[in-house]
C-alpha cells in the first residue's frame, strides 16, 4: 500500500509569482484535503476535494485553488504569491464513504514553500 | 467556529518517565472527534490516538492515553514511559461528525532527555 505522497519537496518562488503543488492519495482513498502550516503554528484548512469536486473551505482568498484528477491525485494552484504565503502545504488523503462517521486522514510529507 | 487551544508551547521529560500535554476547546457541537497526532522532524502528521466525544471511556493506545472531560471541554495526552522517539510536536485536533476538516491546536514541542 502506497502512502501519500507530496512534491516537490521545496519550492522557492518570488512574490506575485505562481505555483503549484502535487499530491497522490494514497491507494484507495477517493477524498483530498490541503492545509497551510505556517512556521511555528498549527496547520490550517484551505480545501477539500471529493470526486473532483470542493468540498469545503477554509478562510482563503480565490488565489488558492485546487483540482482533484479521476485517479484522485490533487493539485493545490497559489496565484501572486505573497510573503506571508511561506509555509508548509500539507495534504491528506482519506476514503469518504456513506455515513457521517469519521475518515481518518493520512497526511503527506509536505511540500515547503518559501516567498521572497 | 471551533477552536482549540493548546497553553504549553515546550515540554520536556525524562526518559522512561510520564509527560502529560494539555489541550481545551471551544465548540457548540454535541458530536464530534479529538484527535492527536505526531509532527517528528520528518514534518509527516502522525495520528497518535483518538477519542469519540460520545464514548465516555477514555482512548489508549499502549503508552498513549487521554483524559477527556467533555464538559470541561478538556483532552489531555499522556505519555507514559517514554522514549527517545517520542520527541516531536504534538497537536490536538477537533473535527466534527460528517465535517471535511481538521480544526489543530498550535501545537506543544515534547523534548525527552535521556
Known amino acids: 500500500e502506497t502512502g501519500v505522497t507530496q512534491s516537490p519537496t521545496h519550492l522557492i518562488k518570488t512574490r506575485g509569482q505562481q505555483v503549484t503543488l502535487r499530491c497522490s492519495s494514497q491507494?484507495?482513498?477517493?477524498?483530498v484535503s490541503w492545509y497551510q502550516q505556517a512556521l511555528g503554528q498549527g496547520p490550517q484548512f484551505i480545501f477539500q476535494?471529493?470526486?473532483?469536486?470542493?468540498?469545503g473551505r477554509g478562510n482563503f482568498p480565490p488565489r488558492f485553488s485546487g483540482l482533484q484528477f479521476p485517479n484522485y491525485s490533487s493539485e493545490l494552484n497559489v496565484n501572486a504569491l505573497e510573503l506571508d504565503d511561506s509555509a508548509l502545504y500539507l495534504c491528506?488523503?482519506?476514503?469518504?464513504?456513506?455515513?457521517?462517521?469519521?475518515?481518518?486522514?493520512?497526511f503527506g510529507p509536505g511540500t515547503r514553500l518559501t516567498v521572497l | 467556529a471551533q477552536t482549540v487551544t493548546q497553553s504549553q508551547p515546550e515540554m520536556s521529560v525524562q526518559e522512561a518517565e510520564t509527560v502529560t500535554l494539555s489541550c481545551t476547546y471551544d465548540t457548540s457541537e454535541s458530536d464530534y472527534y479529538l484527535f492527536w497526532y505526531k509532527q517528528p522532524p520528518s514534518r509527516q502528521m502522525i495520528l497518535v490516538i483518538r477519542?469519540?466525544?460520545?464514548?465516555?471511556q477514555n482512548a489508549t493506545e499502549n503508552r498513549f492515553s487521554v483524559n477527556f472531560q467533555k464538559a470541561a471541554k478538556s483532552f489531555s495526552l499522556k505519555i507514559s514511559d517514554s522514549q527517545l522517539g517520542d520527541a516531536a510536536m504534538y497537536f490536538c485536533a477537533y473535527t466534527g461528525r460528517g465535517a471535511q476538516k481538521l480544526v489543530f491546536g498550535q501545537g506543544t514541542r515534547l523534548t525527552i532527555n535521556p
Open positions: 476535494y471529493y470526486r473532483e469536486e470542493e468540498n
Open positions: 491528506a488523503s482519506s476514503l469518504t464513504h456513506g455515513g457521517s462517521g469519521f475518515n481518518e486522514q493520512f
Open positions: 491507494s484507495g482513498h477517493n477524498t
Open positions: 477519542q469519540e466525544a460520545y464514548k465516555q
